[in-house]
């Protein structure tokens, strides 16, 4: 590898700076290019902050797409496709209906559980390396109000136990031993242990400092709106400034990492990249009134409540509507709603002039990320579409992108990551 060697990485999330941290830390000299500003437009900022080697079952699994035809006719239901005319919708929700089957869990999940443990660990040493960032292995209880709710998780604990990864179900009281200061209005609950949780925010701070020490470059308000190609390599970017002009920037190899904005930003290539926007919501209680010690997810109402600190974040929701961040009050409602109902201490007034986030998850159609070169460019990498798991797969990512790139095996390559698998 030629030390010198100029690596661009397209897209600032969590995502694109890990990939550029570990090239980087490779020797390659870095730019990293983003269309929005840096700790704005992230997805991660406001998620919920959970690295989940437990989550093995893709978004692709049999019976979500009955289960999110059923919850499209309530409005504040966890999942909600809008109704537009798009050829790009259809022929995703058709491909995502081909995906779901058993057999495609069967193989993706000790991949996502390999993927999700090598990533806890590389954690554990940015944890030192990069600063503090809250991080720290607690595990997830799953909690549920439903016995058909916690029969089905039992075959995904029975699953993982399969795989080496511990896992209990629990009756609801052993679960409330579990953060004994919660009052929960429950059934039972699985318990992950392996799970952790952090505040997203100071990670990514974290890694875009380090990168700034270490000569990265960072071009933020920077979108790539064109490209310049020798045969089949990318020789340039066309970027637009902040001023409204346009200029190219030169790289030797470059990483796409454009998040939902990927397929939209490569384009021109004519690369097959299906992909939507998954939108997610969250609010964060700076001072709550009760504060678990450990993250839960609310299975039914699909909420994650996190403790960061001394604050507490509740995060749900998939809306599939396009590459916008608007906020719709009754899927906000839906999430705040549900939290008194399992935990009863929690009342409507705790929620009183919060403030909404909302981010976008890069969804593909069959739950599992691109990562790795495509073929159509020598030079090119790509790296996106991790949906609900980019922060948990963060580091892992930008260490297989890293090792794809510098010419070595990567530690974990499998074929259901190609990114040309769509080709």
């Known amino acids: 590898m030629n ?7 397209v897209g600032g999330g969590v995502i694109g700076l890990c990939c550029a941290f570990y090239l980087k830390r490779a020797g390659y000299r870095v730019t990293l290019i983003d269309r929005g500003e840096a700790n704005t437009e992230n997805c991660s900022i406001g998620n919920a902050g959970l690295v989940v080697p437990s989550h093995i079952v893709p978004l692709a699994a049999p019976g979500m797409m009955m289960a999110g035809l059923k919850w ?6 966890p999942f909600y496709v809008k109704p537009r005319p798009s050829l790009e919708l259809a022929k995703w929700g058709y491909q995502f209906f081909r995906a779901g089957t058993k057999a495609h869990v069967e ?26 960032f809250d991080f720290e292995q607690r595990g997830l209880l799953m909690l549920f109000q439903t ?8 075959h995904v604990v029975e699953a993982s136990n399969k795989l080496g990864m511990p896992a209990h179900i629990l009756n609801a009281q052993e679960a409330r031993e579990r953060d004994p200061g919660m009052k929960m209005d429950i059934l039972g609950a699985a318990f992950y242990p392996q799970d952790c949780h952090m505040s997203p925010g ?46 190219e920037i030169e790289a030797d190899q470059w990483v796409l990492c454009g998040g939902s904005w990927s397929p939209q930003t490569v384009r021109a290539l004519h690369l097959a990249l299906p992909m939507q926007a998954g939108k997610g919501y969250s609010v964060t209680l700076p001072q709550p009134t009760h504060l678990p010690t450990i993250p839960s997810l609310l299975m039914e109402a699909r909420v994650a409540v996190t403790p960061m600190g001394g604050s507490l974040r509740l995060a ?45 998850r890069p969804c593909t159609p ?3 990320p691109y990562v790795g070169r495509t073929e159509k460019f020598q030079n090119l990498c790509i790296a996106t ?36 698998r769509y080709a």
């Not at 030390?3 to 990485?9: G, K, L, M, S």
């Open 107 to 132: 193989r993706s999940a000790p991949l996502l559980k390999d993927l999700n443990m090598a990533s806890r660990t590389a954690f554990e040493e940015l944890d030192a390396e990069i600063g503090n």
């Open 366 to 368: 069959d739950g599992l």
């Open 72 to 77: 499209m006719r309530d409005p504040e239901s």
């Open 147 to 154: 016995e058909a709710g916690l029969e089905e998780e039992s």
């Open 316 to 360: 749900g929701t998939m809306e599939i509507a396009g590459l916008n961040t608007d906020i719709n009050p009754r899927r906000v409602g839906g999430i705040l709603k549900a939290v008194p109902r399992y935990y009863p201490d929690f009342s409507a007034s705790d929620f009183e002039g919060v403030k909404a986030w909302a981010g976008l």
């Open 202 to 247: 100071k990670f990514i701070q974290g890694l875009q400092k380090s990168l700034e020490r270490d000569g990265a470059t960072l071009r933020w308000n920077s979108e790539v709106c064109d490209w310049k190609r020798d045969g089949k390599r990318i020789r340039a970017a066309v970027v637009q400034k902040p001023n409204g002009g346009r200029e």
């Open 385 to 420: 579409g991790h949906a609900m798991m980019g922060l948990s797969l963060a580091p892992i990512t930008g260490k297989l992108i890293a090792e794809t790139m510098s010419g070595q095996e990567p530690q974990l390559s499998s074929t259901l990551l190609n990114p040309d």
């Open 3 to 9: 030390t010198n060697e100029h690596v661009a990485v």
